[in-house]
């Protein structure tokens, strides 16, 4: 469980993005996606949304070897996007499952700054 924000805490559900440079959190973002898709989403499925998060890293992956900086940022909001999307319907918590997985350092030797021999790296 996580402390209810105080009014004045950005990260609280209360907040919304307020232009470019405005922070966004990562449940912020989730429940964009959901406001703007959900629906439709749903009538889709995991199998089908699963389908477009792959095309989506195909994309990225095509970014990465010869897009601009720009491209780039898009593809990564995309696979960003279409990963949100699969855990809304599946009613998965993106900000719980992150903080559960690395919220106390890394999964393997649970130090901020992963101490894994080079074999063990995540
Ligand atoms: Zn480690």
Redesign the pocket.
Known sequence: MTPNPTPNDPSGPESSPQGESAPITLAEFQRLIRDMYLPRDVDRGVDGTFMWLIEEVGELAAALREGSHEERMAEFADVLAWLATIANVLDVDLTEAVRKKYGSG?P??G?RV???PEA???
Do not use: A, D, F, S
């Open positions: 890394c393997g030797c130090q992963c101490q894994c063990g790296k995540p």
